[in-house]
T-cell receptor, first 108, second 116 residues
């Protein structure tokens, strides 16, 4: 099946710093979403981005489907950005497969 | 955005009992619902996919007789963990797709199951 790897697995930032999270996938996909899982377990949609670039405030995402990767940019990080970031891909069998996740901790 | 309600948020039960978890789409009709399981510090693992009115499709390695899924309506899916054992303790999360954003996933808040 499709493999989805995220990097880095863990990231510690000082408040105000910028970061780039990467999602690599092994096969062509129909759709891709980025999620933030907060410390209480709730998953929040960040971007629905099968291709191209989108921005929402301090966050932006880019997916290059032909090269099988997606990037999530976090600028001017805040402590509330802490949590786990997942990319999830909609495979050809209409299943969303989750990546390995990046655990982010932003220090005040 | 679409709202998915999941409850209970936390349940503690004795070994051998059954536990039912409900997942409701509140403001859209969910053509497909997905059930995931997450162990501490790990990613979400898809357990099964359910479509309204039909049998769920289980992922390899997931016991369908242990994890009963019912998707009786376009707004409700239930997961019943039968004869729960301590190794079933985990965080269970449902998600739904449908409505205007048919391929986007929206998640419930999850259920932490602890089996004593």
């Amino acid at each position: 099946g499709i493999q989805v790897e995220q990097s880095p697995p863990d990231l510690i930032l000082q408040e105000g710093a910028n970061s780039t999270l990467r999602c690599n996938f092994s096969d062509s996909v129909n759709n891709l979403q980025w999620f933030h899982q907060n410390p209480w377990g709730q998953l929040i949609n960040l971007f629905y981005i099968p291709s191209g670039t989108k921005q929402n405030g301090r966050l932006s995402a880019t997916t290059v489907a032909t090269e099988r990767y997606s990037l999530l940019y976090i600028s001017s990080s805040q402590t509330t950005d802490s949590g786990v970031y997942f990319c999830a891909l909609l495979s050809g069998t209409y299943k969303y497969i989750f990546g390995t996740g990046t655990r982010l901790k932003v220090l005040a | 955005g679409a709202v998915v309600s999941q409850h209970p948020s936390r349940v503690i039960c004795k070994s051998g009992t059954s536990v039912k978890i409900e997942c409701r789409s509140l403001d859209f009709q969910a053509t497909t619902m997905f059930w995931y399981r997450q162990f501490p510090k790990q990613s979400l693992m898809l357990m099964a996919t359910s479509n309204e009115g039909s049998k769920a499709t289980y992922e390899q390695g997931v016991e369908k007789d242990k994890f009963l899924i019912n998707h009786a309506s376009l707004t409700l899916s239930t997961l019943t963990v039968t004869s729960a054992h301590p190794e079933d303790s985990s965080f269970y999360i449902c998600s739904a797709s449908g409505g205007a954003s048919n391929e986007k996933l929206f998640f419930g808040s999850g259920t932490q199951l602890s089996v004593l």
